[in-house]
């Protein structure tokens, strides 16, 4: 069965399914946490750096001598060529904030023999992640001219009982006070063209559409009627547009511009059936006009927000390769279905037909969300909103990047403004309780998660936050069940080891607390992560009576850089030293 899943595993990844290979890989380990080839292949599967780097160390430590590895790391900046200095964990997030990573469990070995297409994939896996690094490199370079982007973050780790798990910075980083200006696309080129136009001002509410740039197709003659027709259109005016519209086409039938803008003010006035029509007809009669199958995938769109479009916008930008609006529509499905790597080459193109594209900087950033990037997922929203504050949704990129660099208290305004007009998005509500944790107000954050798993109940993360939050009050029991459930489903997430074993100790169970934290020690990976391991399996030690590997402990403890351990637990390791 190993074998049989490998094989299905190798091949997915060889077609690029890269999220399937994951899938199969993740159940081998499983069943063989100790075979190197399984971690290896996962490195080329896995979509950060931060988790390449982590599987490649992991086949290292099972295999000393796999060349494979030893490149890979080399080709991260992790280690130089040919050496084989020791290597050193870099700081990351504090011990409860976590990205999810694959749950195995250890289990029989299973050998199975290294295929040498891994090289090929290995390294296609590294240069898929960086197809739009010199485009950000633009933004950063200009971002850091103008003084926008503060670099590098605290590491703090959670304090016990109810107190805040986070102190509040000293200052507070000012944002750029931003201008809406115009966002322009394409000056006139072939035909057909797009027109400038200014980003569209997406209110607390926001519309459910919001019109394109002007894209004239064809040469048309500016009638009155077509000129009144646009007007209106530019107001709103729905329904007077279509009146001119009909009025210019009487004379003009075959305008292919101004069918299309009527199908858009047909859409617009909330008549879905008829814009779909008028799309599908306008394609019968003009296959190669790219605007009638965009519009086509907005009606669909309208119809159910869960169609399929891909179709009809790739055949858009096969028909106009800068049809900037296809591919920022493109991008939003991609993002839908979780995929970055496609949706960031589209926002990229976006950003190389309009540089200060405010939306398609916005879903660039997002796809730095879903690889875990939120260094550079913050500068990039940051470049937006300082071209357009008004589009929403950036806001919530915003917010989830400061709470991911430890800048939760910072994160609480602009979490604000976007569950203003998004107040189901499940995820933001769990991003605003965790600003709620940080502040020391628990039972708030418990109602934010609470909150975020009724609008979506299979967002398992709510249910280790909450489990924090459960500790931090008291609720040992209820804190358990929710930590329980979260081992199981992120079992190589170190923190929910940790707070489990604390959970456990809270109940007078020291013993279960000893196992559980025993199990989780694999996954220490930070200095903050062994200052929490050593302080608490002291305490656990100390309670079964094992007074000499309390001590052990506690001295490892002190060895621990001071910036690493939560004010108060070296002078507490002293003191029992000391005592003992």
Not at 156 to 166: F, H, N, Q
Request: glycine residues 6%; negative net charge; hydrophobic residues 35%.
């Amino acid at each position: 069965m190993s074998n049989k899943l490998f094989q299905e595993a190798e091949k997915a990844l060889i077609a690029g399914d890269y999220k399937k290979g994951k899938k199969l890989l993740s159940r081998l380990i499983r069943e063989d946490r100790t075979n190197e080839t399984y971690w290896y292949y996962l490195s080329a599967a896995v979509e950060t750096k931060k988790e390449q780097i982590r599987c490649l160390r992991r086949v290292l430590e099972l295999s000393p001598d796999h060349e494979g590895a030893r490149r890979g790391l080399v080709f991260l900046g992790m280690i130089p060529p040919r050496d084989d200095a020791e290597f050193t964990s870099p700081p990351t997030s504090r011990i409860w904030r976590l990205t999810p990573k694959i749950h195995v469990k250890p289990k029989d070995e299973v050998q199975v023999k290294e295929k040498s297409i891994l090289e090929g994939l290995f390294t296609k896996s590294f240069i898929r992640n960086g197809i739009y690094i010199s485009l950000l490199m633009v933004f950063i370079i200009v971002g850091a001219s103008a003084g926008w982007f503060k670099w590098g973050k605290d590491y703090i780790l959670p304090s016990e009982g109810g107190a805040p798990l986070s102190e509040l910075f000293a200052t507070d980083t000012p944002t750029p006070t931003p201008t809406n200006t115009p966002t322009p696309t394409l000056t006139p080129t072939p035909t057909p063209t797009l027109t400038p136009t200014i980003t569209p001002i997406v209110t607390y509410s926001g519309p459910t559409f919001t019109p394109t740039p002007y894209y004239v197709g064809t040469p048309h003659p500016d009638s009155d009627a077509f000129i009144s027709g646009m007007d209106s259109f530019e107001n709103n005016k729905w329904r007077d547009a279509i009146t001119f519209f009909d009025l210019h086409l009487a004379s003009n039938p075959d305008d292919v511009d101004v069918i299309y803008y009527r199908g858009l003010a047909y859409l617009y006035n909330g008549n879905i059936s008829q814009a779909r029509t008028e799309f599908t007809e306008l394609i019968e009669f003009r296959s190669d006009f790219a605007p009638g199958y965009y519009g086509y995938a907005l009606a669909r769109l309208a119809k159910n927000p869960d169609n399929n479009v891909l179709a009809a916008l790739n055949d858009a930008i096969f028909y106009d390769e800068n049809y900037l609006e296809a591919y920022l529509k493109r991008a939003e499905l991609y993002i839908r279905n979780d995929d970055s790597d496609n949706a960031a080459q589209d926002a990229s193109k976006a950003l190389e037909l309009s540089p200060d594209h405010a939306i398609a900087m916005s879903l660039l950033a997002k796809t730095f969300i879903m690889k875990g990037q939120y260094q550079l997922a913050y500068e990039v929203i940051e470049l937006s909103l300082q071209i357009d504050p008004t589009y929403i949704p950036s806001y919530e990129i915003q917010g989830i990047s400061l709470v991911e660099l430890d800048r939760p208290l910072h994160a609480e305004r602009p979490l604000e403004i976007y569950l203003s007009g998004y107040p189901e998005d499940a995820n933001a509500q769990m991003y605003m309780g965790i600003v709620s944790q940080e502040k020391g107000d628990h039972q708030t954050a418990i109602e934010k998660f609470e909150l975020a798993k009724e609008l979506d109940e299979d967002l398992w993360k709510t249910r280790y936050y909450r489990g924090v939050s459960y500790l931090a009050l008291g609720a040992y029991l209820n804190a358990l069940d929710d930590l329980i459930l979260a081992n199981e489903i992120y079992g190589e997430w170190f923190a929910t080891y940790l707070n489990l074993s604390i959970g456990y100790y809270k109940i007078d169970d020291p013993a279960k607390a000893m196992e559980v934290i025993r199990d989780g020690k694999p996954f220490a990976e930070t200095d903050p992560d062994y200052a929490a391991l050593y302080y608490w399996r002291a305490k656990y030690s100390d309670a079964v009576g094992n007074t000499e590997y309390a001590i052990e402990n506690m001295q490892s403890l002190l060895e621990i850089l001071d910036r690493f351990v939560p004010e108060g637990w070296k002078e507490e390791a002293q003191e029992y030293i000391d005592s003992h």
